[in-house]
Nanobody
Framework: QVRLVESGGGLVQPGGSLRLSCEVFGGIFLRSAVAWYRQAPGKQRELVADINFDDSTTYGDFVKGRFTISRDNAESTAHLQMSSLEPEDTAVYYC????????????WGQGTQVTVSS
């Protein structure tokens, strides 16, 4: 069965860094695009970064070069390296998997909290 496990969230000071990881179980990783979304209290969920199976990437406008999404196909894991974090980055970050190797299907992780505060 498909399961997404996120990790790496936590509390960091402004200007600090965190690396989020999303491990994808179920044998679908190689045929999937993987994305990170985030949702802050009172705000709508927004795209942070996306990486396709050909390693092409897309970033939200607010990233401004601070984040990098990558994928490790051998480990079926996607990473989001975040640097120069700001209080506005505080949110729950969700891994999103778009399976494209068969009937379209989408999976969400449970989310990991990122808090940027001094």
């Amino acid at each position: 069965q498909v399961r997404l496990v996120e990790s790496g969230g936590g509390l960091v000071q402004p200007g600090g860094s965190l690396r989020l990881s999303c491990e994808v179980f179920g044998g679908i990783f190689l045929r999937s695009a993987v994305a990170w979304y985030r949702q802050a209290p009172g705000k709508q969920r927004e795209l942070v970064a996306d990486i396709n199976f050909d390693d092409s990437t897309t970033y939200g406008d607010f990233v401004k070069g601070r984040f990098t999404i990558s994928r490790d196909n051998a480990e079926s894991t996607a990473h989001l390296q975040m640097s120069s974090l700001e209080p506005e980055d505080t949110a729950v970050y969700y891994c999103h998997v778009n399976f494209r190797g068969g009937p379209p299907s989408v999976y969400w992780g449970q989310g990991t909290q990122v808090t940027v505060s001094s």
